[in-house]
């Protein structure tokens, strides 16, 4: 049974893109109505064939919706949700697709008071950006993870879950606050680590531009494909998330500080017992199916 009948999707980069065609190929009998703030990505939504309408402005496209997905930067939602709120039929859910939780569930609420508000987040993405970045398999075994307020109807929730499920997404349900923590570690703490590497290598001088990218080996350059991801959308997702990575933050600091002084001290024993439980921490991502166990992560080399 089809969870939602007209879906609106905001927001036509990435993650907006890929769920006008997920749900067009998993759902095709499901209406898909688009819209985004740039005239320019509007046009080629219309060109590529995206959604079955693509919407001049954020009230026209929700006008008969019973579900709205906002796919823009976290610190936009707010903004987003105030210009749909005249035009957002009663009945409707509003879901997002953000990396942090508390902060996008006080921002929607706050613009549609009384609005059904149940956030998510698919965990997937490419480095790409942009309406034609998009495909329709991107959520395919891949955690979408469900944060309802506190008190949200039950019913709601599991429609915003099935939702996902008919897209090829596995479904956890989390309270926003513990959603941000985990993130933290799992993907804000990674993309500020490699946002620093690559500009670091960027900041020396004495090791030319040409060399670092002549000589990138399969750590750098893997952190570089980190590295170019969506700025406006990190900068948001850094500062909406600010609490929980400046905790994650430190720890990661004393870590590293431990990692340094067994480096200074020649603690071969420490180096070794910690890249060994590195190294089973990478085989249970393989295990658990969120990567590629191919040899260089199946890159081809034809």
């Known amino acids: 049974m089809l969870p939602f009948a007209r879906v609106t999707v905001i927001g036509l980069g990435l993650l907006g893109s890929s769920i006008a065609h997920a749900v067009r190929a998993h759902m095709p009998t499901v209406r898909v109505t688009g819209h ?43 903004a987003a949700a105030a210009a749909i709120a005249d035009d957002l039929p009663a009945d409707a859910i509003v879901s997002d697709v953000g990396s942090c939780k508390e902060s996008v569930a006080e921002a929607l609420t706050a613009a549609l008071p009384g609005v059904t508000v149940i956030p998510a ?19 395919h075994n891949r955690w979408c993870i469900v944060t309802p307020p506190e008190g949200a109807p039950a019913l709601a929730v599991e429609r915003v879950s099935e939702f996902w499920r008919q897209l090829g997404a596995q479904v956890e349900t989390m309270t926003p606050n513990h959603h941000d923590r985990v993130l933290a570690v799992t993907s804000h703490l990674p993309h500020l680590i490699a946002y620093t590497i690559v500009g670091t290598a960027s900041d020396l001088e004495e090791v030319t531009a040409s060399e670092v990218i002549k000589y990138s080996a399969g750590g750098f350059r893997d952190f570089t494909r980190i590295a170019a991801s969506d700025p406006t959308m990190w900068r948001d997702v850094f500062l909406a998330n600010r609490e929980a990575v400046l905790d994650m933050l430190q720890r990661f600091s004393e870590d590293l500080t431990a990692l340094q002084r067994a480096i200074r001290w020649g603690k071969g024993d420490e180096l070794f017992d910690l890249f060994t439980k590195t190294r089973a921490i990478r085989r ?15 890159r081809s080399h034809d």
Do not use: K, N, Y
């Open 121 to 139: 987040h698919p965990v997937a993405g490419t480095e790409r950006s942009g309406p034609e970045a998009g495909f329709a398999t991107l959520f």
């Open 284 to 298: 249970s991502v393989i295990e658990q199916g969120q990567d590629d166990s191919r040899e260089d992560f199946g």
């Open 36 to 78: 985004d703030a740039d005239p320019e990505v509007r046009d080629v939504a219309v060109r590529i064939g995206l959604c079955d309408d693509i919407a001049d402005t954020p009230g026209a496209s929700v006008i008969d919706a019973d579900f709205v997905v906002f796919c823009v930067p976290v610190g936009a939602m707010g």
